[in-house]
């Protein structure tokens, strides 16, 4: 069941399901700690003496956001019952409070009691042993704790009085099933303290005249001790929940808006999934710098384990992607964390916790009683890859100065050395797919533009015979990959080399849409001919013909695989696959239409994403579902990534005639730009977001 609408603020997640229940809750780090372990918080009605869950039958749910903000925007109807619930959730942008505003609108003529009931299931350090819940009268709240692990519960309705009923009770243990049973019948039993498995339920009665509405606010505060909870209490007590959501809408709206970019042509439905996109990921990346790959318990049905972790890899791509968009002080603390994480000699593992500890890996160290490094090369390439767009971009010497011999010296060498002295290509380790183990082309392309990288740093900081040797490292992976990997028989790279058992390689042909590397990271031209009959094979082979569409990873992707009508559908449509076909436009346009083409693209891209935006890792190739996690980090950076990339080469293809100047800015000076050229009357001068202020939200 895919994630929806998360809010967060880097330190406090939380996520929702399809059904509009919280389904976890991150604490201290995103993606470490989850506290509900997935288990369902409910939300329901009493009304006429008939209860619902709003995940029952009978309820029509809209799940979307505010626009350009980190509030939510929600509405469940229930016709049958004459009710509909209005809501907003947020996490404050500074402070571990979760906040939750209700509208509840009476939609009958008539006078009503109406009982509205919120349950928390939670499994506190990520167990539901040695839990406790309880009433705490000294701030009228429910509060649940485990350890240094606390969460306060509190309510305010608009005449300032706080929940009506609650109860605290066991749950999962000897048939029990918890209190949420309890509030079936309209009534909570006021148990005031429960030990172990627990859970608890608060109910709000609502008194209706007539039709209309009535408005009330809950709220979470978490923290590390019960008298930190208690301040964060009297904090949304005092200065109110309506101000806190306000201040964090207009925080994340000012945050999302801040760069003041010029978007030219861009129709307005991809500048909104855009800056959806950033504010997508900017939830899924904890203030310690980890960029996690996605948060979604549901995935661990599969194989008892999560994408809740920083893959280097991810997170380079990532960071590249925020770069682009101005974001150095998120990519900047993303960085220092590489740092803290780097092996001793010089290459990244499998993928870490948020906490820098290494993380589950299925990567073994040995084979065939043969030592080997359980590593994807590729992750390290990219760290130093990215880190050269980072300073490239941003021009902070000195924090790369910090980062040089630290992180980019000591992965270079381990890139120079870590080669085959008869190919010049890397030794072998695993895909970025994680499924197999060889000489990949696309760790190749990852690995030449690490070294590439490493070579312009060395030549930075005056170390010139270290730039000469990355260079010369860099050269003879290039001269490998076309010797090798690029197959003049198939008229196109191949996949992967794999060493055989006796000496020698053996060719893995399988069209597969990493090789978008070879281009991506400028290791070839987007118009070199090696590139274009690759690009060719891919699209042709890849793209599911289907009504759906979209791009699988490669030929008969077995991972969640629906179809095994390969011949038509060689793999589920993956967004960043289908988004790499975009970048490949975009690179390799010349011509303002040329260019256009990859928008068809992006507009795929938002017709498969759900209401609000979020996107998955991959979609179902006959319906269009979302399949595995969501949201995917990876997959809105790519639209982050193909965005700016688009903008950048906009700014190429549109020069004056006579100086070859730029007539078009993508960034806040590009709104000081006055042209009459005939192709600008098709690239509008966007204004300042400030003006559009009248147009905003208020809660």
């Known amino acids: 069941m895919p994630r929806d609408i998360p809010v967060g603020n880097g330190t406090l997640l939380v996520t929702f399901d399809q059904y509009y229940r919280i389904r976890d809750i991150y604490y201290p780090y995103v993606g470490k700690e989850n506290h509900s372990e997935g288990h369902p918080f409910r939300f329901g009605v009493w009304v006429d003496r008939v209860f619902s869950w709003v995940d029952a039958e009978g309820w029509q749910r809209a799940l979307k956001y505010l626009d350009e903000t980190l509030v939510s925007d929600v509405l469940c109807a229930n016709a049958g019952l004459g009710i509909e619930l209005s809501c907003n959730d947020a996490v404050d942008f500074r402070r571990n409070i979760y906040l939750r505003k209700v509208m509840v609108r009476n939609c009958r003529a008539a006078e009503r009691e109406v009982r509205v009931f919120l349950h928390h299931d939670f499994y506190i350090s990520e167990t539901e042993v040695g839990d406790t819940a309880y009433f705490d009268p000294e701030t009228e709240a429910i509060i649940h704790y485990k350890g240094n692990r606390y969460f306060l519960i509190g309510c305010l309705t608009a005449g300032g009085a706080g929940?009506?009923?609650?109860?605290?009770?066991?749950?999962?243990?000897?048939?029990?099933?918890?209190?949420?049973?309890?509030?079936?019948?309209?009534?909570?039993?006021?148990?005031p303290?429960?030990?172990?498995?627990?859970?608890?339920?608060?109910?709000?009665?609502?008194?209706?005249?007539?039709?209309?509405?009535?408005?009330?606010?809950?709220?979470?505060?978490?923290?590390?001790?019960?008298?930190?909870?208690?301040?964060?209490?009297?904090?949304?007590?005092?200065?109110?929940?309506?101000?806190?959501?306000?201040?964090?809408?207009?925080?994340?709206?000012?945050?999302?808006?801040?760069?003041?970019?010029?978007?030219?042509?861009?129709?307005?439905?991809?500048?909104?999934h855009y800056k959806r996109s950033l504010l997508i990921v900017r939830t899924q990346i904890d203030n310690g710098g980890a960029i996690i790959a996605a948060n979604d318990t549901d995935i661990a049905q599969f194989s008892r384990d999560t994408y809740s972790y920083m893959w280097p890899?991810?997170?380079?791509?990532?960071?590249?992607?925020?770069?682009?968009?101005?974001?150095?002080?998120?990519?900047?603390?993303?960085?220092?964390?590489?740092?803290?994480?780097?092996?001793?000699?010089?290459?990244?593992?499998?993928?870490?916790?948020?906490?820098?500890?290494?993380?589950?890996?299925?990567?073994?160290?040995?084979?065939?009683?043969?030592?080997?490094?359980?590593?994807?090369?590729?992750?390290t390439a990219l760290i130093v890859w990215a880190l050269w767009h980072h300073f490239d971009q941003h021009r902070n010497l000195e924090f790369i100065a910090s980062l040089y011999h630290p992180v980019i010296t000591r992965a270079a060498d381990f890139m120079a050395g870590y080669r085959d002295k008869e190919t010049g290509l890397p030794l072998p380790s695993w895909d970025l797919w994680e499924e197999r183990r060889g000489v990949m082309t696309f760790t190749s392309s990852a690995v030449w533009a690490g070294l590439q990288a490493a070579s312009r740093f060395a030549s930075l900081f005056g170390d010139v015979q270290e730039a000469e040797r990355y260079q010369a490292a860099a050269d003879e992976v290039k001269r490998g990959m076309i010797a090798h990997l690029y197959r003049p028989e198939l008229k196109r790279f191949a996949r992967m080399l794999s060493i055989k058992p006796g000496g020698g390689y053996e060719v893995d042909a399988t069209i597969d849409a990493s090789l978008c590397g070879i281009f991506q990271f400028g290791t070839f031209d987007a118009g070199d001919e090696m590139?274009?009959?690759?690009?060719?094979?891919?699209?042709?082979?890849?793209?599911?013909?289907?009504?759906?569409g979209g791009l699988a990873r490669y030929e008969n992707d077995y991972y969640h695989q629906v179809s095994k009508d390969i011949s038509n559908v060689a793999g589920n449509p993956w967004f960043i696959c289908t988004l790499w076909l975009a970048q490949y436009r975009i690179a390799k346009a010349a011509t303002l239409e040329e260019l256009e083409s990859s928008l068809?693209?992006?507009?795929?891209?938002?017709?498969?994403?759900?209401?609000?935006?979020?996107?998955?890792?991959?979609?179902?190739?006959?319906?269009?579902?979302?399949?595995?996690?969501?949201?995917?980090?990876?997959?809105?950076?790519?639209?982050?990534?193909?965005?700016?990339?688009?903008?950048?080469?906009?700014?190429?293809?549109?020069?004056?005639?006579?100086?070859?100047?730029?007539?078009?800015?993508?960034?806040?000076?590009?709104?000081?730009?006055?042209?009459?050229?005939?192709?600008?009357?098709?690239?509008?001068?966007?204004?300042?977001?400030?003006?559009?202020?009248?147009?905003?939200?208020?809660?």
């Open 163 to 191: 929940f009506d009923q609650y109860a605290t009770g066991r749950k999962a243990v000897q048939g029990v099933e918890g209190t949420w049973r309890d509030a079936e019948d309209g009534l909570l039993s006021g148990n």
């Open 193 to 272: 303290i429960s030990q172990g498995a627990v859970d608890s339920t608060i109910g709000i009665n609502l008194q209706f005249k007539d039709a209309g509405e009535i408005s009330f606010y809950y709220w979470i505060a978490v923290g590390n001790s019960y008298q930190e909870v208690c301040e964060l209490n009297r904090l949304v007590l005092q200065r109110g929940p309506r101000l806190l959501m306000q201040r964090t809408a207009d925080y994340w709206y000012a945050w999302v808006n801040k760069q003041e970019l010029n978007f030219g042509n861009l129709p307005g439905a991809i500048i909104d």
């Open 313 to 379: 890899r991810d997170g380079a791509l990532v960071a590249y992607a925020l770069d682009l968009a101005g974001y150095s002080g998120v990519t900047g603390r993303f960085f220092q964390f590489c740092r803290d994480i780097l092996h001793k000699d010089g290459y990244y593992l499998h993928k870490y916790n948020a906490d820098r500890s290494p993380a589950s890996s299925w990567h073994a160290w040995i084979k065939d009683g043969e030592r080997q490094l359980p590593i994807q090369e590729d992750e």
């Open 531 to 548: 590139v274009v009959s690759t690009m060719r094979a891919i699209e042709k082979r890849l793209w599911a013909k289907t009504a759906v």
């Open 600 to 699: 068809e693209i992006l507009e795929w891209v938002i017709s498969h994403a759900l209401p609000s935006g979020v996107l998955a890792e991959q979609v179902h190739p006959y319906t269009g579902q979302p399949l595995s996690v969501s949201p995917l980090t990876w997959s809105h950076a790519t639209v982050v990534m193909t965005v700016m990339e688009y903008l950048r080469k906009l700014e190429r293809l549109v020069v004056c005639d006579n100086c070859g100047r730029p007539m078009f800015r993508l960034d806040r000076r590009g709104r000081e730009i006055v042209s009459r050229d005939e192709d600008l009357d098709r690239i509008p001068i966007v204004n300042c977001p400030a003006d559009r202020a009248s147009d905003r939200f208020t809660l």
